[in-house]
């Protein structure tokens, strides 16, 4: 299902060359990275890993909205750590994820409650659901 938009509130705009063996930058200066194949060992990051940081971070943001609506603030020492498979099966190439929370202070039941919300409400949880797995563990 295609959402649309009302109000555009920022766009990214990036120019990149060389595929996963070039670099890529915005058009603010903000970022301007070289990249590399997963398991070069060549100077660079790579997609999987700007996706995870990309997810890691908006998801955060999603966790805070929902905590603000409980009237709760999450603490500042929160954590998402994002890790992202590129695998292949019959020829076809595709991601899987795992978002692991830390959220030291808050009990369980809301941690888990958060976490919910926040995949309902993140950009980046909207646009793969249904496209990959995601599991999320609480820590």
């Known amino acids: ?31 301007d990275v070289k990249l590399s194949s997963p398991g070069s060992n060549r100077p660079g990051t ?14 955060m943001g999603a966790m805070g909205l929902a905590a603000k609506a409980r009237g709760i603030a999450l ?3 929160v954590s998402v750590d994002a890790e992202v498979d590129l695998g ?6 595709s991601l899987r994820a795992r978002l ?7 009990n369980r039941p809301l941690v888990e409650a958060l976490v919910r919300e ?3 409400t993140c950009p980046y949880s909207r646009a ?9 563990n609480i820590l």
Request: with cysteine; aromatic share 8%; net charge negative.
């Open 100 to 106: 692991n929370v830390h959220v030291p202070g808050l």
């Open 75 to 77: 603490p500042a020492d």
């Open 1 to 31: 299902m295609i959402h649309e938009i009302d109000k555009v509130l920022y766009t990214a705009k990036t120019h990149t060359t060389g595929g996963r063996d070039g670099a890529g930058k915005s058009s603010d200066g903000a970022l």
């Open 46 to 59: 790579n997609p999987e890993q700007l996706f995870a940081v990309g997810w890691s971070a908006c998801f």
């Open 128 to 136: 793969t659901r249904g496209n990959l797995d995601v599991a999320f």
């Open 88 to 93: 292949i099966t019959d020829g076809v190439f």
């Open 118 to 120: 926040a995949h309902q």
